[in-house]
């Protein structure tokens, strides 16, 4: 007979096989250079009116490419201030007013979540299983506005100075697809992004950051 006992030790088995797998993935894993793209907002404005995506070179190869995984972050060539910060925190309460006292006068969207400023250069780390483009087009602003992105265009539009965005991104092999997301938190927690909610969670970095500690 089959006892709850014997079906957790089955079930705990194929959790380690999995983890094992993510772990060898993981180290034979070599993160290579990035590749760059400086967004033009009056280009992509233009763009996105015509809705001709493709017509940028850089979305064209991603399109061609949507089948791959990827990391991504996009990085400002200055320490992101406060006004940048600033914008997408208020669209970011317009766009938590509108979910709880229904309609507003104005558009709003679906800004990821917005934590405290803090000084750095990264706006936005992320990952994908498949189809960066279309992940990069809403954040960029084009997608539905009910998805949780950045909507760039829309909050550069009312800053006075622009910041210079880059948009960096590796496509990985497909092997690597299991461990997606733990490259994400690598990414993260190496470049500490303005923008979005950390997945590494507190008792991780107490954990790495005592490893560290023991290993020196």
Not at 112 to 125: D, G, M, Q, R
Request: glycine content about 4%; hydrophobic content about 35%; proline content about 4%.
């Amino acid at each position: 007979m089959t006892t709850p006992e014997i079906m957790f030790s089955e079930a705990r088995k194929s959790h380690l096989c999995l983890l094992q797998i993510k772990i060898d993935r993981l180290k034979e894993f070599k993160m290579q250079e990035f590749k760059h793209w400086v967004l033009n907002f009056e280009d992509i404005k233009k763009i996105k009116e015509e809705k001709s995506w493709l017509n940028i070179p850089e979305l064209s190869f991603l399109h061609s490419r949507k089948e791959y995984p990827a990391v991504y972050y996009f990085s400002s060539e200055n320490v992101c201030d406060f006004d940048f910060y600033s914008s997408f925190r208020n669209a970011k309460l317009d766009s938590l007013s509108e979910r709880k006292h229904g309609k507003t006068e104005k558009q709003t969207y679906n800004i990821s979540h917005v934590p405290k400023y803090k000084e750095t250069h990264c706006i936005y780390a992320g990952s994908v299983l498949t189809n960066l483009y279309g992940r990069l087009i809403s954040h960029l602003g084009a997608g539905n506005p009910g998805t949780g992105a950045l909507y760039l265009s829309q909050i550069v539009e009312p800053l006075s100075v622009k910041p210079k965005v880059t948009f960096h991104y590796q496509l990985l092999e497909p092997k690597y697809l299991l461990v997606v997301e733990a490259l994400e938190r690598i990414v993260q927690d190496t470049l500490n992004p303005l923008i979005g909610r950390k997945t590494l969670s507190r008792m991780d970095k107490e954990l790495i950051h005592s490893q560290e500690i023991n290993i020196g």
